[in-house]
Each structure stands twice: as C-alpha cells, then as structure tokens.
T-cell receptor, first 113, second 111 residues
C-alpha cells in the first residue's frame, strides 16, 4: 500500500489551461503539505493543512488553490497555467507535532507548453 | 526568508570512499533532518536530530547536530552505487510550523 499517493504522475498541458493534482495519505496523519521542486531541485513549501484547516500559505499566486475535503486528502488546483508553473509538485504528510518528519509522495511532474 | 546553505553542491566519488556534507543556517534550529531523494521519487527521511551535539547513525550514515545549533553534518561511509541521489538537509524555523530545505548535494558514485 502506498502511504502518500499523488495523481497524475505526469501532466503535460497548454498555457492558460486549468489543472488539478490529487493527493491521498493512508498514514492517519493530521497534517498535509504541497511542495514545489524547481528545475534546480530546490524544494519550497507552498501550503500546509492541519485537519482540513489551512495553516501555511506561502507567497504563492492565487491561481493556486488547495482544497482539503478531509484530513486524508489534499488537492491542488491551478488556474490559468503559465510556463513558470512547470515543476514537480510533491504532496507530503506528517503527524501533528512532528513537523520535520515528512512522508512524501512520488511527485507530479507538470509541464506547461 | 531563512535559508539553509548546503555544501558541496555535488560530489563524484569512487565506490568505497567516505562522503561528508554539511549544512549551515544563519539562525538557530531546534531540529535538523536529512533526506535523500532518488531519481523520479520523493524525498525520504534518513535521520532526524533533536538535540545540540547529538550524533545519530543509520547504517552507514551518521549525522551530527552542531553545538551552535546552526549547522549539521552528514557522513556516509564506504559508499555504494545505490547511495546515488540528492541529499537534502532540512529544518523547521522556530514557531513557523514549516520545514525548509537546503539546496541539496547531488552524489554520484562510480563503481
């Protein structure tokens, strides 16, 4: 059983389109995250949810909207995609109070043409 | 914002050699973590350090939490080809509830 699973793994789309990435964790964790990894492999936090509540919202364009329907799921919707949005997006989860001990998904590689 | 400076940026070594990498911060961290990312995968936690001066091992990996709380080191002994990947240091800045990462050290091992 995959602990943190993301879909799709690959996504190729045109500029201006809207797309979503889904994430599910079966670890019973309370906190979930979205990270963006750029072409230089730098990992930057975008959002964090704790028990469906948004607790971290970094300086991210408001074209990016996370949604957490329950504590096991955290989805990322991106409107009006731009070339600079091309990256690998990682979902992660952790137990409450264990901020550093993240379990990452395999990543979703988004390519905007 | 706060940054973690990791060095070296990349290493190309011979199988069997020992490897050392480090990470520094301009501010104090109460936790230091080391992750490894294999190609096409997400990062995986290798070692977590919670106390200044702490030295922790995980197989051939050893990590230390610096006494000043502004740095950490990771050593890999007797490297093997499957050690190839990107190693990230990470830490949660105080009272932020988030984890920030260093720029990564890319390790390549020649059989």
């Amino acid at each position: 059983d995959t602990a943190v699973s993301q879909t799709p793994k690959y996504l190729v789309t045109q500029m201006g389109n809207d797309k979503s990435i889904k994430c599910e964790q079966n670890l019973g964790h309370d906190t979930m995250y979205w990270y963006k990894q750029d072409s230089k492999k730098f990992l930057k936090i975008m959002f964090s949810y704790n028990n469906k509540e948004l607790i971290i919202n970094e300086t991210v364009p408001n074209r990016f909207s996370p949604k957490s329907p329950d504590k096991a799921h955290l989805n990322l919707h991106i409107n009006s995609l731009e070339l600079g949005d091309s990256a690998v997006y990682f979902c992660a989860s952790s137990r409450q109070g264990r901020t550093g001990e993240l379990f990452f998904g395999e990543g979703s590689r988004l390519t905007v043409l | 914002g706060q940054q973690l400076n990791q060095s070296p940026q990349s290493m190309f070594i011979q199988e069997g050699e020992d490897v050392s990498m480090n990470c520094t911060s301009s501010s104090i961290f109460n936790t230091w973590l080391w992750y490894k990312q294999d190609p096409g995968e997400g990062p995986v936690l290798l070692i977590a350090l919670y106390k200044a001066g702490e030295l922790t091992s995980n197989g051939r990996l050893t990590a230390q939490f610096g006494i000043t709380r502004k740095d950490s080191f990771l050593n890999i002994s007797a490297s093997i080809p499957s050690d190839v990947g990107i190693y990230f240091c990470a830490g949660p800045p105080s009272n932020t509830g988030k984890l920030i990462f260093g720029q990564g050290t890319t390790l390549q091992v020649k059989p």
